[in-house]
């Protein structure tokens, strides 16, 4: 186990271990857990991440899932004393309550991850977006959330944002837009410019590729995924069909899935999408210019 490592890693180590072993004897979730005499509903969350396991709970379950060897009940008791002892910000209450679980998960992956692929093909990823434009675009959804929500997931957004702007080792970031979010007015034309200035900066530095996909280009396939992150976590190569999740963002849920499969899905279509997008120079130029003409003034915009 790696040291350092973060609850949100080490809880999806022991739920991997578990269900891998669950579906290896051939068990569903509702044998263990009649088995367990435990709810359907406990295996589920244990299963997805949602909840921690107790070491009181853990120890009789992997010896009815013949999980015996010592090293590994050793390697799986260390992680879930790791998942319970030490708390995040995004643990607090006011984040359980106006954050969902899958977005609450991201937060603590997000720290250990060492590669970050963004597709977006509508506004600037959420670990990105300065202060003004996050704003803006929840406000654009008062009607869906409360003010308190709005207020909380500002703060959840900034200290994501200060998170990775800290990291002495900061994830190497590869963001993929659509080119219609350099044109899209969040909030005022003047917020879009310095968001878009500030993509710059963070290029400038290292800690961000950008390409934009446009609005023609020759070859270019049709692309049914609105938006996705797919993070590759810190544990080893030798665990990579296993080291990554996705976060998808939808209108009305969220989730965090790490089927390698899917994960494979959607790592096939960023490559794709990214190989014919345009490159990172054009991209910067591109960029550079929206900027430009957004902050001249909205009459300027398209």
Do not use: C
């Amino acid at each position: 186990m790696a040291a350092g490592e973060s609850p949100a890693v080490a809880r999806r180590r022991v739920r991997l271990a578990l269900r891998k072993a669950r579906e290896d004897k051939g068990l569903t979730q509702g044998q263990v857990a009649e088995a367990m005499e435990w709810s359907l509903s406990k295996v589920m969350r244990i299963e997805s991440g949602e909840v921690t396991i107790s070491l009181n709970d853990l120890r009789p379950l992997l010896v009815y899932l013949d999980i015996v060897d010592a090293a590994v009940v050793d390697e799986l008791t260390q992680a879930a004393r790791v998942s319970r002892r030490r708390k995040e910000w995004s643990d607090e209450q006011k984040f359980r309550e106006h954050m969902t679980p899958a977005m609450r998960q991201l937060v603590q992956f997000e720290a250990e991850a060492t590669t970050v692929r963004h597709f977006n093909a509508n506004v600037v990823p959420g670990w990105l977006q300065l202060p003004e434009y996050a704003r803006a675009i929840l406000e654009g959804v008062r009607y869906q959330l409360s003010a308190d929500q709005v207020s909380v997931r500002l703060e959840a957004r900034q200290r994501r944002r200060d998170a990775l702007l800290a990291r002495k080792r900061p994830p190497a970031i590869f963001l993929l837009l659509d080119e219609s979010v350099t044109l899209r007015q969040v909030g005022s034309a003047e917020i879009l410019a310095n968001q878009l200035n500030e993509l710059l900066r963070l290029v400038r530095v290292g800690r961000l590729v950008v390409r934009l996909v446009p609005f023609v280009s020759k070859g270019m396939p049709y692309s049914p995924f609105a938006e996705y992150d797919l993070l590759e976590l810190a544990g080893g190569a030798e665990r990579a069909d296993n080291n990554a999740i996705i976060y998808r963002e939808g209108w009305l849920a969220d989730d965090i899935n790490d089927s390698p499969d899917l994960i494979a899905r959607y790592l096939d279509h960023f490559s794709v999408i990214w190989s014919h997008a345009e490159d990172e120079a054009t991209s910067e130029a591109m960029l550079r210019e929206r900027a430009r003409i957004a902050s001249e003034g909205p009459r300027n915009l398209p």
